[in-house]
């Protein structure tokens, strides 16, 4: 899979992406002093072509973004990663944010009620939990943010969860195959399952939202924040490893990941992974 490390040249083109699209298109095969990103076809990247505009620069204009839970570990790095790229950005939760970030408007909401605070987002990013008073009700809250972005033609990216991806293609979902083990707190199981129950609700979407799912590494928490490595590779469904079998993604650098798909969409109704 693809090593992404962004990149700026000095007229803005993101270099490292435009490598990746000449690679898979062959542009750069006669070329031997030139890095090659990709060893074998990945066809998700198919889509890189229709995002350059004809000056050759790839699509990076600012969004007006709301992110309903962005007081938690995911939602909180992504605001943050948003408000940093100069977007406009909207933090829905239901309570006020402990340490307020510079920039960003917060509007305090229920999760059933936060609906009604996108209007005008052109990107709405779901990183609720269900636990305290929103168990049992994240499909139910997701559903219905997926109907008023697909009314508004707003795009819808979810936080999803580690246990939803598989560990090959084609095979079961990690929660269903393999589970918990023994001890794992209730709420953690509730979780899993809730993020699951969503996942399904979208793959047999008729709204026509224009959603994307995101797993993040299974060590991917507050409780094991990571570094800043400043790269990160992309998956589909299948849990990515590195070479000493360890699966982990930092809150940084999975939010990097997200804002980099916000910026120029490659990946379009379905779920994607992201690790090191």
């Avoid at 977007?87 to 402990?98: I, P």
Wanted: hydrophobic fraction near 40%.
């Amino acid at each position: 899979m693809p090593l992404i490390t962004p990149s700026l040249r000095k007229d803005g083109v993101n270099h490292n992406m435009l490598v990746l699209l000449n690679n898979f298109r062959g542009g750069l095969s006669d070329n031997k002093n030139r890095p090659r990103y990709i060893s074998k076809p990945y066809s998700a990247f198919c889509s890189y072509s229709s995002q350059l505009q004809p000056e050759g620069r790839l699509m990076n204009s600012h969004r007006t973004i709301a992110v309903i839970g962005g007081t938690g570990y995911a939602g909180s790095a992504i605001a943050r990663e948003a408000a940093k790229r100069g977007h406009a950005v909207t933090v829905v939760s239901r309570r006020a944010a402990d340490q307020p970030i510079d920039g960003i408007r917060h509007i305090t909401a229920t999760a059933a009620d936060a609906g009604a605070t996108v209007t005008g987002a052109q990107v709405v990013v779901g990183a609720l939990s269900p636990r305290g008073d929103n168990v049992g009700t994240l499909a139910q809250t997701y559903g219905k943010l997926a109907e008023l972005a697909a009314g508004a033609g707003a795009r819808l990216i979810l936080v999803g969860g580690f246990s939803c991806l598989r560990r090959t293609a084609g095979g079961p979902r990690i929660l269903e195959a393999e589970g918990f083990p023994p001890g794992t707190p209730s709420e953690l199981l509730v979780e899993a399952q809730e993020n699951l129950d969503v996942l399904n609700n979208l793959l047999t979407d008729s709204t026509g939202v224009d959603w994307l799912f995101v797993s993040p590494a299974l060590e991917f928490s507050a409780w094991a924040p990571g570094e800043d490595l400043g790269h990160y590779r992309i998956g589909n469904d299948v849990a990515l490893f590195d070479d000493n079998g360890k699966s982990a993604i930092s809150g940084i650098d999975y939010a990097r990941a997200v804002l980099d798909e916000i910026e120029t969409p490659i990946h379009h109704r379905m779920q994607i992974g992201i690790a090191y």
